[in-house]
């Protein structure tokens, strides 16, 4: 009997045990405080004035009701710049970016992956290296370039040169998609009587949509932050980015605290909601992304 | 079938977009910043030839700390070194972790995730004023009792007290946990479940499933983390930007704040140039040394 039982627990999948589960469970839920706990901070000082801030009240929600909070932060922050009008401007210029680096990588992939001739791979490689080369390693002769042909302080001076530096990793990710399209949907294509660019198009593309996305999130990664090409390169108001314009605001220092917090919120407030709404399909392409790379 | 010319002009007509933006944006420029690199140049007019005169500038001692280029490279190295030794094991972990299937798993990969998608200016200014001496760790730190009643508050941010760099670290290892996280997790969840589950028939614990069956599946995952970390922290720039609050930083310089100091303050071309040709070939030779070690490691 006593043997039969031990035979029986061989088979038995092992639980972790009761105390490990909590342990792990302590230290996951730490480290979900370390990622929010700043953030929340950073909602609740927007909505306090310095004295609250620095001395009585600097970790909780803002004293009093929600009537008696410091709302009258967020119409200063308005009026020290136009906060809303980096973000769009980031917006633009990022999905401008995402189109070009998107629609250039999948067309390269599909020289590379689905027509056969002697120097894909290698050219392939050379497009690889790009991954590793730094953005700094152009912003010079470009600035110069840019200066010359007075295209300094648009949107174009931006969208150029963030679209090359995202394409290496597109054309990893869009490669690692196309490689699974079965071959022989181009060959029943062709000999329906298609070109390369009919194929391209009406087969490929649509059966490409799943890494738009992929790519879509990489991109973005990429050119949502970039603070040197757009510091460099933008001058004026109108065409700042969100990190470009953020960093000329607090450039000018402010000794109220509150006024730069509201400012904070209303810069991330678009992006935390979109992310609310779409974490889950933002994290399946990122995932997919690193899979298929 | 079609002719192999024909072929050919496809191929090409295809390739255009990213030729273009690869050669016009990459290649060209690199080529132009490797000649300037040999000249004094700025930015317009005649070009005088210098020789090695750049390079050897960046390494002369006479010159101020904050353009020395070897302590450009020794914080950047730095940075690389806690990013492969703390952020990248956290991430790891945390990977491994969410990856069992826990309860509230999406729960914290989103919330672990949530950083990077935020502007880098917006938590370079946040973490400022948590950094400030009034700021939220000083007073966190009296909370705790770290810092007693009449004690001074702590000058996170100031020049000169060897915290500055760390400071500026901080928010960066913070910010990009998640990012390799959510890498790493793709690398854990890409192993097949049966694999998983015969190893626990056998009777592996979780932790022996992680060690044998899941950490070895991820050596190409874990390379790709590894080389965006370390290229990641030579080429580092919006943060420190932001934290030390100015170019002319001595202890958080990086190569690229040189740069920036050598071509927007001092227009000085020839000069950035060859910082940009130095961080080119780092970045080269980490990613070329890191890939040969995971090789290594077959």
Not at chain 1, 36 to 49: E, G, I
Not at chain 1, 95 to 109: E, G, K, N, Q
Not at chain 1, 198 to 217: N, Q, R
């Amino acid at each position: 009997m006593a043997k039969n039982k031990n035979d029986l627990q061989q088979y038995q999948v092992r639980k972790t045990k009761g105390w490990v589960n909590v342990l792990i469970s302590i230290f996951l839920a730490i480290w979900a405080i370390i990622n929010l706990y700043p953030l929340y901070w950073m909602f609740t000082f927007a909505l306090k004035d310095n004295k609250q801030i620095l001395d009585t009240n600097k970790f909780g929600l803002p004293e009093g009701a929600p009537n008696k909070w410091f709302w009258s932060n967020f119409k200063e922050a308005m009026n020290t710049g136009p906060i809303g009008r980096f973000f769009l401007n980031s917006v633009i210029i990022t999905f401008a970016t995402i189109v070009i680096t998107t629609l250039a990588a999948m067309m390269a992939s599909y020289a590379i992956t689905r027509i056969r001739w002697r120097a894909s791979e290698m050219m392939n490689r050379i497009f690889m290296l790009g991954i590793t080369i730094p953005i700094q390693a152009s912003i010079i002769p470009v600035y110069l370039v840019v200066s010359k042909l007075k295209l300094i302080n648009t949107p174009i001076a931006l969208i150029v040169p963030y679209s090359a530096f995202s394409l290496a990793m597109a054309l990893l990710i869009c490669n690692g998609f196309m490689i699974q399209i079965p071959k022989e949907l181009d060959e029943a294509a062709y000999i329906d009587g298609c070109g390369r660019g009919k194929v391209f198009f009406s087969v490929i593309l649509p059966l490409m949509k799943p890494a738009v996305a992929t790519t879509a999130i990489y991109t973005f990664l990429q050119c949502w932050n970039e603070l040197m090409f757009a510091q460099t390169f933008l001058t004026g108001e109108d065409y700042m980015t969100l990190p470009a314009g953020m960093a000329q605001l607090f450039g000018s220092h402010t000794t109220e605290w509150g006024p730069i917090g509201a400012a904070l919120v209303i810069a991330t407030m678009p992006t935390i909601v979109f992310y609310i709404l779409f974490s889950r399909r933002i994290q399946d392409s990122f995932i997919a992304g690193a899979v298929k790379g | 079938m079609k002719s192999k010319k024909y072929d050919g002009v496809t191929i090409f007509l295809f390739l255009l977009p990213a030729l273009l933006l690869f050669v016009g944006i990459l290649i060209a420029p690199m080529a132009s910043s490797a000649i300037n690199s040999f000249y004094q140049y700025k930015g317009f007019g005649q070009k005088t030839w210098l020789g090695w005169d750049n390079y050897k500038r960046l390494f002369d001692k006479d010159f101020p700390a904050y353009i020395q280029f070897k302590d450009s490279v020794v914080h950047a190295l730095l940075l690389a070194a806690f990013s492969v030794f703390i952020q990248l094991p956290l991430a790891l972990g945390l990977a491994l972790l969410l990856g069992r299937g826990i309860k509230g798993e999406r729960f914290f990969l989103s919330v672990n995730f949530l950083p990077v998608l935020i502007s880098t200016v917006v938590i370079g200014q946040l973490w400022l004023k948590i950094f400030d001496p009034r700021g939220l760790l000083n007073s966190l730190l009296r909370l705790v009792g770290y810092l007693k009643e009449g004690d001074d508050n702590i000058q996170w941010l100031a020049e000169g007290q060897g915290k500055l760099l760390y400071s500026c670290f901080i928010p960066m290892l913070w910010q990009y946990v998640g990012y390799h996280m959510l890498l790493m997790y793709a690398g854990v969840k890409s192993v097949p479940t049966e694999l998983r589950e015969a190893a626990k028939i056998d009777g592996a614990t979780d932790w022996q499933v992680d060690r044998f069956v899941v950490i070895p599946s991820m050596k190409q995952i874990v390379k790709v983390s590894v080389i965006f970390a370390v290229t990641g922290s030579l080429k580092s720039y919006d943060l420190i930007r932001i934290i030390a609050m100015n170019l002319s930083t001595k202890d958080a310089s990086v190569p690229s704040t040189i740069l920036m100091d050598y071509m927007t303050l001092r227009g000085e071309y020839g000069v950035a140039s060859a910082v940009a040709v130095l961080l080119i070939l780092l970045c080269f030779f980490f990613a070329i040394l890191i890939s040969t070690i995971f090789k290594e490691r077959d």
